[in-house]
């Protein structure tokens, strides 16, 4: 044996810090994160203070977009209705999901895993195609509504009012309150239900005052993120309430931009200003209610061990109402958006295959559609690559580094999930005029639109990632620091290879995000830079459904197979989580 | 192989002092062990050295380097420390085979391909995984891993070698084994070696000296049968090994003797600590092996220190006997090698295995 040979010290050289010290890096990118999720909004802040546009010469500050706004009685109608939309939203898509991921974690129900992963779908689908699927199937003179009102004689609440909006937002967020409660009821010892058995009370006893207690967190949590995203809605309001009378703060604002007499009025920032500090608010409040821990659900882990509540009779009645419930709101609102894309116009009263046309498909393959896919599609897979590139970094400054500023990084990250997508928008579009030549190349290309659609949505590709990340041993990367490899060396050989997985499911859901993101470019467009989501907003109000209807197709068709492939290769469906 | 020295280290969590001037020297060549419960700062101690973690105050040195000093702003970061360590959980990178984790801290120090193929043979020869080369972590054992992890610490030549409970995730046969293994290459290599763990008896099988510690700071240093036999204080007594406390007064002190009553009838002669005086109270610690059990009648032991005991229980456990005893008011677990029958025997405990602590 080498008893003797093995050698000093002294013969090795000694490992070379790296040429770039790993702290400029770090700093590097804690001030990009920084500038790119806060700097929109200074400018916005500022905008909302002058008495005139920022690109006009001279102006001087004043409080006047603020006293218009609040003098305002649409302002606070719009206010009024939001605030019940939000509310109803949040009660009902709450209330779904925590009982659909109850039945799916904690019974015998058939099909319990498929439809886990099936009730998922409202949630990454368009949403405003899924919009448009509604309208065609639930609206006045849709499909469906004339088959209950005029064959069974049965009422169907109409889409266009508060609830029916609500209605309609509540199927698209229910999955988030599903994913919290089905990750905390993963977490939680199911022995603390066992014992609650062996003390002699039933199934339903130990439902009510075991496991639903156990899932309050969860609830609250959901209810927060729910409640701060359906504020910010911008489509649902556009197509269902402005026809109807029916203001929502973000159409309001919309309607405002669009329809000012000066363009870009003071007073859209000071609204907008308003909108975020309600958004941010509610963020604070909801970090104040959960630990951090619990911010970072990471769902999947241990599967359930046991169907804890036999259902017995209910068994079947009770699956077969989720999937009908999917039939309704997901099934239905997809095949009558097909169908809008291949009829003339869409009428229960004439048979379809009178109305066939293929003209609607035909309009993608010109002009501003066909320049909307294409630019779509770029946005998505270059936007996708370097934002979960980006993330991926900012995660290991924020939480594998002893970075000074690091603690600020996680609350920068998922600020902008909170913030509503008009709100960045307006943002993005004084930053890019305030800056310059960068400004105007941004603002004149696909890029600033690609910008902003990402901040909107670096939160979900940290969401996705750091629950991976916070499983890898800080053991691993130790080793390697020991090792003698500096900290971008043991990054790049270490921990982001063990992050692939997280970092490929980021990716994915990137990709289908920034495919159907609409809201923050509907400020952006300019001709030449349209996006899908944008494109069909602005066509649907000119009247040219079909087409539209054509184009919601593509996005659900491309969204349902990257969703397919990425299952294919990594479950994403039980990692994504739209949870934070 | 140089030597270790840290001097007064004090880190706080919180409010919460987790080292509180903690000072030692480990000696070139030599195992030098920090044992204590849980959170009594030895993991901390070892993550400081290591450069994981940064105490407040202090100084820490390796050979003729300093590698952390807090009054002169030193902190020379994990990478440039050149120290070999072991972890709990190994942390074999599991995306690697085994050839490129040892790999990985040479083409870190930029060798030539054929060194690294060189020392990696050697190396991987060294712990016995020479025919486990090309496989990856999920395909080997724990305790496979854990020579992965060793070879990985080794290979680079470093200055002293840090084991953070290298063994508690391997099951007990399997631990015995690897801790004379252990201990067999470190005394071949002379490597200078900080091992951490909770565990008594690894601790001292294999340490050439053991510090214990507890609160953040540390309670003795010293060799493992001095911690053992002559504990400094009632806490390193109570931890390292099952022991009998006996409290007393001082009755009377006689050159290097003290005679302690025990209560009424019972007295103890044991050596006097220093300073001793008359009317003190003192405590005594025993090992229960330390003691002698006798049946009634037997007189073979002179009549010092041997007092009547009535059994309370007795249980054989394969190569002892042990024995839970009441002698007056005084409360005793004793072992012995032979059985003893009776409600009624006599117990000697031999004043040379009495320590008095405080």
């Known amino acids: 044996m080498a008893t003797t040979s093995y050698p000093s010290p002294a013969e090795l050289p000694r490992p070379r810090p790296s040429i770039v010290p790993a702290s400029l890096l770090q700093w590097l990118t804690w001030a990009l994160v920084v500038t790119l999720v806060l700097g929109p909004f200074l400018p916005l802040a500022y905008a909302s203070i002058r008495d005139r546009p920022l690109y006009e010469a001279g102006g001087t500050f004043t409080l006047e977009p603020y006293r218009e706004l609040f003098g305002d009685r649409a302002f606070w109608q719009a206010w009024w209705n939001t605030l019940q939309f939000a509310a109803l939203t949040t009660t009902m898509a709450v209330a779904l999901g925590a009982a659909v991921a109850i039945l799916c974690t904690r019974t015998d129900l058939p099909g319990r895993r498929a439809l886990s992963k099936l009730v998922l779908l409202p949630l990454l689908l368009p949403s405003l195609g899924m919009v448009l699927g509604w309208i065609a199937v639930w609206g006045e003179g849709g499909y469906v509504t004339s088959f209950f009102n005029q064959r069974l004689h049965i009422g169907v609440p109409a889409i266009d009012t508060i609830f029916g909006m609500a209605l309609v937002e509540a199927t698209r967020l229910m999955p988030i309150a599903f994913l919290t409660c089905q990750a905390a009821l993963v977490r939680a010892d199911s022995s603390l239900e066992d014992a609650a058995r062996s003390a002699g009370a039933s199934p339903l006893r130990v439902l009510r005052s075991i496991t639903i207690p156990m899932l309050r967190p969860a609830l609250l949590n959901a209810a927060t993120l729910i409640f701060t995203l359906s504020i910010a809605v911008l489509g649902i309001p556009l197509l269902l309430g402005v026809p109807n009378n029916i203001q929502f703060v973000s159409s309001y604002l919309y309607t405002l931009w669009t329809n000012a007499s000066s363009p870009d009025p003071g007073v859209v920032s000071a609204g907008a200003m308003f909108l975020l500090a309600a958004a941010t608010l509610l963020l604070l409040i909801r970090n104040r209610l959960l630990g951090a821990e619990a911010r970072f659900v990471s769902v999947g882990g241990k599967a359930s061990r046991i169907a804890l509540l036999s259902l017995r009779t209910w068994r079947w009645p009770l699956a077969a109402a989720i999937t009908l419930y999917l039939v309704f709101t997901t099934l239905l609102p997809i095949l009558g958006l097909a169908l809008m894309s291949f009829v003339v116009f869409l009428t229960p009263l004439i048979a379809p295959w009178d109305l066939l046309t293929w003209s609607h498909w035909q309009m993608l393959d010109d002009g501003v559609f066909r320049n909307s896919i294409r630019n779509s599609l770029i946005i998505a897979v270059v936007g996708a690559v370097l934002a979960t590139a980006f993330v991926a970094l900012a995660t290991l400054v924020a939480h594998r580094s002893t970075f000074r500023l690091r603690g600020s990084l996680p609350f920068m990250m998922l600020y902008p999930r909170a913030v509503p997508g008009i709100i960045i928008g307006i943002g993005f579009f004084w930053a890019f005029l305030l800056t310059g030549a960068l400004g105007d190349w941004f603002r004149n290309s696909i890029w600033g639109i690609m910008l902003a659609f990402c901040i909107r949505n670096l939160p979900l590709a940290y969401i996705v990632m750091y629950p991976t990340l916070a499983r890898i041993g800080e053991e691993l990367d130790r080793a390697g620091r020991a090792a003698g490899a500096g900290w971008w060396t043991t990054s790049r050989r270490i921990v982001l290879p063990l992050l692939r997985p997280a970092m490929f499911a980021a990716f994915i859901l990137l990709f289908v995000e920034l495919l159907n993101d609409y809201d923050p470019a509907v400020f952006l467009v300019k001709p030449g830079t349209e996006v899908m989501g944008a494109t069909m907003l602005s066509q649907f109000i000119q009247g040219a459904v079909g087409p539209v209807a054509a184009l919601a197709m593509v996005q659900v068709a491309v969204t349902v197979v990257v969703l397919a492939i990425g299952a294919k290769v990594f479950k994403i469906s039980t990692t994504g989580g739209h949870d934070a | ?358």
């Open chain 2, 1 to 358: 192989m140089p030597e270790i020295t840290v001097d007064a280290l004090v880190k706080t969590f919180g409010d919460q002092r987790a080292l509180d001037h903690v000072d030692f020297t480990v000696r070139d060549g030599e195992l030098f062990t920090l044992l204590g419960p849980s959170g009594c700062g030895k993991s901390t101690t070892l993550m400081s050295i290591a450069g994981f973690q940064q105490p407040e105050e202090g100084r820490i040195g390796v050979g003729e380097e300093t590698v952390f000093d807090a009054a002169r702003r030193i902190a020379l970061p994990a990478e440039r420390r050149n120290l070999g360590i072991v972890f709990q959980s190994y942390a074999v990178w599991p995306h690697m085979t085994v050839y490129e984790n040892l790999a990985f801290p040479l083409k870190v120090r930029r060798l030539k391909r054929a060194e690294i193929r060189a020392r990696i043979a050697e190396t991987l020869e060294l712990v016995e995984m020479t025919p486990y080369e090309k496989r990856y972590p999920h395909e080997l054992s724990g305790g496979q891993q854990q020579r992965v992890a060793l070879a990985r610490a080794l290979v680079y030549s470093p200055a002293v070698l840090l084991l953070d409970e290298p063994f508690s995730n391997l099951d007990a046969k399997l631990r015995i084994r690897a801790r004379s293994w252990v201990k067999d290459l470190q005394h071949r290599l002379g490597l200078t070696t900080i091992f951490v763990t909770h565990d008594q008896d690894e601790a001292l099988s294999m340490s050439d000296r053991v510090a214990v510690m507890s609160a953040g700071e540390i309670q003795q240093i010293g060799t493992p049968e001095d911690v053992y036999q002559r504990p400094a204080n009632r806490f390193v007594a109570e931890f390292v090994g099952r022991v009998n406390l006996i409290e007393g007064v001082v009755a009377g002190v006689d050159g290097g003797q003290a005679v302690l009553e025990v209560d009424s009838g019972r007295r103890l002669t044991v050596r006097a600590a220093e300073g001793a005086r008359v009317s003190d109270r003192v405590t005594v610690v025993v090992r229960p092996e330390a003691m002698t059990l006798l049946a009634t009648g037997d007189t073979s032991v002179n009549g010092t220190n041997t007092w009547d005991a009535d059994v309370h229980a007795a249980a054989f456990l394969g190569d002892h006997y042990e024995y839970e005893l009441e002698a007056g008011s005084v409360q005793l677990i004793a072992q012995s090698p032979r059985r003893v029958d009776g409600p009624r025997i006599r117990v000697h405990i031999p004043g040379d295995a009495c320590s008095v602590v405080e």
